[in-house]
């Protein structure tokens, strides 16, 4: 492996890129950080694929050249940050959690800027079957801010790969609009982060969707189904971790119920990635102990075909939560808690990079292999 490989994190042989970027409301900032951090080390997405917040910061990824993401970026994150932009009052965990509790909850009542505002008159003042009536907040400030900051035209013509997920509210069933396949407008990012109540379902072609995370949290399988023959390279970012401590009181109770729920087993499905590429390969290895004649059996041709296997190499980017968060870190949008999390994401890539685990990787033997650099005690 030459210094190129090294610096580009290809390892030793081509590989796509994929972005994947889990939803997670206010700690969205983390991605940000993150693609700040992959694109100083050179590694721009060939794909970008997001469901909720992730959803948002894909677009603005793949909706503006590598040398404007960052700025575009901030731009975002700026905005939805700047209704409280003071520091904490004093230092300490304790300042600081009472802190957040407060901009959280002034979040909640005034609303976003660029993002949402609450509905005036409430949503149960309007009469049944109204669309005022299926939500607290009004997300029209968001449409705008897209319309803003990323060029639809450009991910229209493909030169970035952009994959959103949403719920079709009539089915139930779990849907990805993919650049790909179709044309994609504002309201294709904003149906991913349609979260209910608070947010309002989103029309596309007749049909009403939700957030994606309803659902599954995480694009991880999309993208891992979707691509079965280029080796692919999987920055996975997730904002909720699985893992973590018993709580102690109500509101570590409701912030631990939502790491799980949201953190949408990510472990889990690469764990079942890595069996069945497993399998994958000892029937191959079977295949070719089989005589000529059994080779063309229509089972034995079918499991052929299926058995085909892409070398997956995934990098697992997780936000731990410091101990002053609490149930409220996905709706409290400070500046302050912005930078906090935007920092944590550019450092967590910047340690992974540097990892010699990272560097001396090489195309996994077994189909798929996974990296978590930036574990620590608390996980």
Same mark, same amino acid.
């Given at each position: 492996?030459?210094?190129? *490989?090294?610096?580009?994190?290809?390892?030793?042989?081509?590989?796509? $890129?994929?972005? @994947?970027? =889990?939803?997670?409301?206010?700690?969205?900032?983390?991605?940000?950080?993150?693609?700040?951090?992959?694109?100083?080390?050179?590694?721009?997405?060939? #794909?970008? +694929?997001?469901?909720?917040?992730?959803?948002?910061?894909?677009?603005?990824?793949?909706?503006?050249?590598?040398?404007?993401?960052?700025?575009?970026?901030?731009?975002? #994150?700026?905005?939805?940050?700047?209704?409280?932009?003071?520091?904490?009052? !004093?230092?300490?965990?304790?300042?600081?959690?009472?802190?957040?509790?407060?901009?959280?909850?002034?979040?909640?009542?005034?609303?976003?800027?660029?993002?949402? +505002?609450?509905?005036?008159?409430?949503?149960?003042?309007?009469?049944?079957?109204?669309?005022?009536?299926?939500?607290?907040?009004?997300?029209?400030?968001?449409?705008?801010?897209?319309?803003?900051?990323?060029?639809?035209?450009?991910?229209?013509?493909?030169?970035?790969?952009?994959?959103?997920?949403?719920?079709?509210?009539?089915?139930?069933?779990?849907?990805?609009? *993919?650049?790909?396949?179709?044309?994609?407008?504002?309201?294709?990012?904003?149906?991913?982060?349609?979260?209910?109540?608070?947010?309002?379902?989103?029309?596309?072609?007749?049909?009403?969707? !939700? /957030?994606?995370?309803?659902?599954?949290?995480?694009?991880?399988?999309?993208?891992?189904?979707?691509?079965?023959?280029?080796?692919?390279?999987?920055?996975?970012?997730?904002?909720?971790?699985?893992?973590?401590?018993?709580?102690?009181?109500?509101?570590?109770?409701?912030?631990?119920?939502?790491?799980?729920?949201?953190?949408?087993?990510?472990?889990?499905?690469?764990?079942? =990635?890595?069996?069945?590429?497993?399998?994958?390969?000892?029937?191959?290895?079977?295949?070719?102990?089989?005589?000529?004649?059994?080779?063309?059996?229509?089972?034995?041709?079918?499991?052929?075909?299926?058995?085909?296997?892409?070398?997956?190499?995934?990098?697992?980017?997780?936000? $731990?939560?410091?101990?002053?968060?609490?149930?409220?870190?996905?709706?409290?949008?400070?500046? +302050?808690?912005?930078?906090?999390? #935007?920092?944590?994401?550019?450092?967590? @890539?910047?340690?992974?990079?540097?990892? $010699?685990?990272?560097?001396?990787?090489?195309?996994?033997?077994?189909? @798929?292999?996974?990296?978590?650099?930036?574990? /620590?005690? $608390?996980?």
């Amino acid at each position: 492996m030459d210094e190129r *490989d090294r610096a580009d994190g290809r390892g030793d042989h081509d590989e796509r $890129r994929v972005l @994947v970027l =889990q939803g997670g409301g206010a700690l969205g900032s983390y991605q940000a950080g993150v693609a700040e951090a992959m694109q100083e080390a050179g590694l721009s997405p060939d #794909w970008v +694929a997001g469901i909720s917040i992730g959803a948002i910061n894909a677009a603005l990824i793949a909706g503006n050249p590598p040398e404007r993401r960052v700025e575009r970026l901030r731009a975002f #994150w700026n905005k939805v940050s700047s209704g409280i932009t003071v520091s904490p009052w !004093w230092p300490g965990e304790q300042a600081r959690e009472a802190f957040n509790a407060w901009s959280a909850a002034f979040g909640a009542t005034v609303g976003v800027p660029g993002f949402f +505002a609450p509905r005036v008159p409430p949503a149960p003042l309007y009469p049944a079957g109204a669309p005022e009536a299926l939500s607290y907040y009004d997300t029209a400030p968001l449409r705008q801010t897209l319309v803003e900051l990323v060029d639809f035209d450009r991910i229209n013509r493909h030169e970035t790969r952009l994959s959103v997920g949403a719920v079709n509210i009539r089915t139930g069933n779990f849907v990805y609009f *993919d650049n790909r396949r179709e044309r994609i407008g504002p309201e294709h990012i904003m149906a991913s982060g349609a979260l209910p109540p608070g947010f309002p379902p989103v029309e596309i072609d007749g049909e009403q969707y !939700w /957030d994606g995370g309803i659902v599954s949290n995480t694009p991880l399988q999309y993208v891992l189904d979707e691509e079965r023959l280029a080796d692919l390279a999987v920055f996975q970012v997730d904002l909720f971790s699985a893992r973590g401590p018993l709580p102690r009181t109500l509101s570590e109770a409701s912030e631990r119920e939502k790491d799980i729920r949201f953190s949408s087993r990510t472990r889990l499905n690469t764990n079942d =990635q890595i069996e069945i590429h497993k399998a994958k390969t000892a029937f191959r290895r079977l295949f070719e102990k089989l005589p000529p004649e059994l080779r063309q059996d229509p089972d034995v041709a079918f499991l052929s075909e299926v058995s085909h296997q892409n070398a997956v190499t995934i990098l697992q980017l997780i936000y $731990r939560a410091k101990n002053y968060e609490n149930d409220a870190k996905d709706y409290e949008f400070s500046r +302050a808690t912005m930078l906090d999390h #935007w920092k944590a994401g550019r450092n967590d @890539v910047r340690r992974s990079l540097r990892h $010699r685990h990272w560097i001396e990787r090489c195309r996994p033997e077994q189909g @798929v292999t996974a990296f978590d650099l930036t574990r /620590d005690a $608390r996980d």
